[in-house]
């Protein structure tokens, strides 16, 4: 089976690639990490999410495509195209026509996304909710619903008022802000039904108001966490929480909560910049955890 995609039963998932693979410094991403407490779990990282040779955490930035009886979902949208990042080159300005070929091998058109599900609404997760358009930012989607946490966008409205495009690369501006004024933007609360067993899960510190989705199929339960974990380093170290989140402290007090929860209830997760395998379990281990196959 491609790890690309992968049958739920019940519901369909599907790897839409924007960049991969995106490397960052162990150090960068992560600063209290030191690289020899990875070292015991070499066989685990590498290759597919940790360059022992190079000292890099190796991301994956897609979409999660999800059909759930005729409804179609587009979770997270990448980095995009064309987008003004000068901060970071890998990107700023790109071409990126692989994304919307992707959606159409998957035999999708961009009309035919009902829902832009964004768990939160960093640089690297809103990319695509916008194309360039005679010169002006509209929704790439056209009859989705684009949902996201109230409390988020809130944030990062008022974040906007207050500095206008000096903050998260300026992505409030030109990714978020044309779909709440095109009327396609669904302000959530934490714990909202969305749709039969697809509901909005709270998981607050990588981003004040960070949201995953829960979906609950007939005795399993997959989350979707967004960037409560950005790579299978933090199930071995969930006390590394990233440089880019705004409450480190809370980010891993959610993460643990998270990671008991998996292994209590044999959770399938599924971590938004995860390469390799679409999604993983967790197992306790040692008074710790370790990551095990989703299947
Ligand atoms: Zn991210």
Redesign the pocket.
Known sequence: MSPDHLDLGGAHLRRITDLDRFALPLSLLFPEARQQELEPFRADLAPWHYDFDAGAVL?G?HSLLLRLDGLTVLI?TCVGACKPRPARPEWHARKAQGYLAALAAAGLGPEDIDMVFCT?L?A??VGWNTRLQDGRWVPTFPRARYVMGRAEHDHWQKAEAQAPGQHNHGAYADSVLPVVVAGQADLVEDGADLHHGLSVLPLPG?SPGQTGLALDLQGRRVVFC??AI?SPLQIFRPDWSSR?CHDPDQARRTRRALLEQAVAEDLALIP??LRGALGLRVRGHGGGFRPAPLF
């Open positions: 991301l930035v997270d939160h960093h690297d997760h990588h967004g960037d950005h880019f938004a910049h």
